[in-house]
């Protein structure tokens, strides 16, 4: 590149403008149940656009206060949050779940007491493990977005099948495979089943730290869970039950298919993002995102399984 | 920097940006250790060289290839350290380089972390393992996939000094060079390598490399006996 004066003064004006402060999140609570409101997230990457956003929140109203599931990516969203829903049911929040450990779930837990705020062991110590490196990613990404966002970790440990608040139950499920530990959440009082990430809708999955065949095992059981609607973790809510998890069970089942026969063909990682992907999945917003950011993440293991060794002994 | 690079590079060869030099990679980089580039100049003949490099990397030049018999095409994954230019420059008979490429948006460090197999501490375990497989396809070229186990350690992590594939060459039966080329530690961790070279069901291939400690890697297999890969790759 050749630096004109021109560009020169272009690119200092760009570094002395005062920086921008990012816009505030929009909360619209939609009631789904009773009791019960969806916040949804937008159906895209994580972005400076959408604040990161893009994860689907829940809100429960019980005689013992309000519970949030999940409470998004950064401190501002989950103030904004808690209002919303304060003021929605006119009781403050009691209990916070936060699915698993990706920060577009639950990096705005900093905003709470971490007494109230509840998820599976081995999310705890994902966060330890890994939670400081999906911080960085995140302000990388959204800068203003996340200021005054630190690391926290939730106070509570979930090793129990239910918790009452005040008479309203509510069932967790302790499963795995988009993460090494994914809750979900059955509310018994409108049969609707919060998925967390385990369940995709209209939006492809992301694998960064998915086991497929665990994932499999926990869609089952979702499916076979008597249960009204369900939540996706992304994407639109789904009030028939069937076709959020029956689509992403579709999505993983191709997706490992399709990668594994490109290896097999001989593509390299570049060509087999560049895959075709099937007409059924035309309604899945960030398909060619997902895909390839799943050949990232599956690829070298699916090339060490399926290539032979070739290299002679000394 | 490009002015920097192409001193160095190209010296006095005449230079010029041509979008036949197809380099491809995905719209996004999940892992900034391991990001896949495809350099595809087969539209263009004649090609005796192809550089892949990445202007902002403390390592800019990550393969420079001699298609001697083979495919004006390599494909890998590379380091990025920073949003950089990432682009492809093939030479032509003449001197003349054609180059394109495009901007990358990354997470820095990726030639600053650590390879994974040394915070596992198995990486000699594996020293000298070798993947591949050949495929053929039409006009008498096959299409071969080489993934090493190797560190690739860039000497920027505490304490670990350089320690990388130097040099890789294709040969065929009769021990002529289908292809050949210098690697630096820009490339990721694990090199996986992606050439088209000359070749037909039932031959012969030899691949020997060797690293910056002298170590020699050897492999041997045959293209595969089956009909050209569909879909014309």
Redesign the interface.
């Known amino acids: 590149m050749i630096l004109s004066r021109r560009t020169l003064i272009g690119g200092m004006a760009t570094l002395i403008a005062a920086p921008v402060r990012a816009a505030d999140y929009a909360i619209t609570p939609q009631a789904i149940g009773d009791g019960l409101w969806l916040v949804r997230g937008a159906d895209e990457p994580i972005e400076a656009g959408n604040g990161g956003a893009i994860a689907n929140i829940a809100i429960i109203a019980t005689p013992a206060g309000t519970v949030l599931w999940d409470c998004g990516p950064s401190v501002r969203y989950a103030r904004a949050l808690r209002q919303q829903a304060e003021q929605l049911t006119g009781k403050p929040v009691v209990r916070v779940y936060v699915s698993h450990l990706h920060p577009d779930h639950g990096m705005g837990l900093a905003a709470f007491d971490p007494a109230i705020v509840a998820a599976l062991p081995g999310t705890i110590e994902a966060l330890r493990a890994e939670g400081q490196g999906y911080a960085d990613g995140m302000y990388r990404l959204l800068g203003d977005w996340m200021r005054g966002t630190d690391l926290m970790l939730p106070g509570r440990s979930i090793s129990q099948a239910e918790e009452d608040f005040g008479g309203r139950r509510l069932t967790l499920l302790a499963l795995s495979g988009h993460s090494s530990a994914d809750l979900a959440l059955l509310d018994p009082q409108t049969g609707l089943l919060l998925g967390g990430d385990l369940v995709f809708h209209d939006r492809a999955p992301s694998t960064p730290t998915a086991d497929l065949a665990q994932w499999r095992a926990s869609l089952d059981r979702l499916k076979a869970l008597p249960h009204k609607g369900v939540v996706p973790g992304h994407g639109p809510f789904d009030p028939g039950g069937t076709a959020a998890i029956a689509q992403t069970r579709d999505w993983i089942d191709w997706l490992e298919a399709t990668l594994t026969q490109a290896v097999r063909d001989g593509l390299d990682m570049v060509e087999a993002g560049e895959v075709a992907i099937p007409d059924r999945f035309a309604t899945m917003a960030a398909a060619r995102y997902e895909v390839q950011r799943s050949v990232s993440h599956l690829y070298p293991a699916l090339e060490a399984a399926l290539l032979p060794r070739v290299d002679i002994p000394d | 920097m490009?002015?920097v690079h192409a001193r160095t590079l190209f010296g006095d060869d005449p230079v010029r940006f041509d979008p036949r030099v197809k380099v491809?990679?995905?719209?996004?980089a999940?892992?900034q250790r391991?990001f896949?580039?495809?350099i595809d100049a087969r539209a263009i003949p004649g090609v005796t060289r192809i550089m892949l490099l990445a202007d902002l990397n403390p390592i800019p030049i990550a393969i420079d290839y001699r298609p001697t018999h083979a495919a004006a095409y390599v494909?890998?994954?590379i380091k990025l350290d920073q949003r950089t230019p990432v682009r492809g420059a093939v030479q032509l008979a003449n001197g003349a380089w054609l180059v394109s490429g495009g901007w990358v948006d990354a997470?820095g460090g990726g030639c600053s972390a650590p390879p994974v197999s040394r915070v596992k501490g198995d990486w000699a375990d594996h020293l000298?393992?070798?993947?591949?497989?050949?495929?053929p396809m039409a006009d008498g070229v096959s299409?071969l996939?080489?993934?090493f186990r190797h560190p690739m350690d860039t000497g920027f992590v505490d304490n670990i000094a350089t320690y990388h594939l130097e040099a890789l060459a294709v040969k065929d039966a009769g021990g002529r060079t289908l292809g050949e080329m210098g690697i630096w530690a820009a490339v990721a961790e694990?090199p996986?390598i992606?050439l088209m070279v000359d070749g037909k069901p039932g031959d012969a291939l030899t691949?020997a490399a060797r690293d910056t400690n002298g170590r020699?890697?050897?492999?041997?297999?045959s293209v595969a006996r089956q009909s050209p890969?569909p879909g014309g790759?």
């Not at chain 2, 000298?128 to 495929?135: D, F, L």
């Not at chain 2, 020699?216 to 297999?221: E, H």
């Open positions: 490009w002015q491809d990679f995905p719209m996004i999940e892992n391991s896949p580039v495809a494909a890998t994954r997470a000298g393992e070798i993947r591949g497989e050949a495929w299409r996939r080489l993934n694990d996986a992606t691949i020699d890697y050897k492999a041997a297999l890969m790759r």
